[in-house]
């Protein structure tokens, strides 16, 4: 089992910038391929990056040079990086963490983006 808290979420304006942070509590967090989704009303959850344990990151099209994901075993922590924010970043963001059958849910953390 791991548990996971988001945090860093707020009220920024376009072209602003966000960090957002996962801390996780369970399990071998180094074990684990985390990643970030991001969802808005009355829409399917959404992809935005990923980072394997060898840290390998991966992106959205959407979020590409703009976003940056990072991880540090030794605090079981995963970060998201967000800047030159658009008002289509506007979501709740949820930290996931990955091993084999095994998927785990944060409770999300609200972005938005508006002047």
């Known amino acids: 089992q791991v548990q996971l808290v988001e945090s860093g979420g707020g009220l920024v304006q376009p072209g602003g910038s966000l960090r957002l942070s996962c801390a996780a509590s369970?399990?071998?967090?180094?074990?684990?391929?985390m990643a970030w989704y991001h969802q808005v009303p009355g829409k399917q959850r959404e992809f935005v990056a990923t980072?394997?344990?060898?840290?390998?990151?991966i992106y959205a099209d959407s979020v590409k040079g703009r976003f940056t994901i990072s991880r540090d075993n030794a605090k079981s922590a995963v970060y998201l990086q967000m800047n030159s924010l658009k008002p289509e970043d506007t979501a709740v963001y949820y930290c996931?963490?990955?091993?084999?059958?095994?998927?785990?849910w944060g409770q999300g953390t609200q972005v938005t983006v508006s002047s």
């Open positions: 996931n963490a990955k091993l084999y059958s095994e998927s785990y």
């Open positions: 369970g399990s071998i967090f180094s074990r684990y391929v």
């Open positions: 980072i394997t344990t060898a840290g390998i990151t």
